[in-house]
């Protein structure tokens, strides 16, 4: 069933965001959110864990906005290959800068699980993780407000 499953998200997706540019920015931005809760399964730390999931929270509930973005963006300025419509650029920036900015905090999340284990210590590590998480979701707000229906 899994698969019928995956079959129909995806006619779904090539039908809402297109095969270009905005279907890649918001892949991107899934593909960091996976990577993330990936790092939660193995924490062993109960605070740690529970700090992190708070902030996994938060991160995914910014991709129905990055979806919502990108489906906007696709039908004002449809595109199916690498061009980035001109008059959506700082839209495209920011969706990068935020799946990029993801995939660093789940790598920060990811260092914070290995310090904790080692050194018994992630407060820091944790604070890390929160400021990454926050330029994320300012990159989110940049590309909502570069909309230029001002979604």
Known sequence: ????????????????LGTGVWR???DRFRRGLDRYYQVLEGIEDDDVYNELVVIANELGAMLPRVRSICVSAQSSAPSTGLDIPGALMRVHRALSRAGNTLATTAEAAAMTRLDGER??????????????????ADDVEEAERAMPDGR
């Open 1 to 16: 069933m899994a698969f019928f499953a995956a079959a129909r998200q995806g006619r779904k997706d090539d039908a809402e």
């Open 24 to 26: 890649r920015a918001h």
């Open 119 to 136: 050194w018994g210590i992630a407060s820091s590590g944790v604070d890390n993780v929160r400021r990454r998480a926050q330029l994320v």
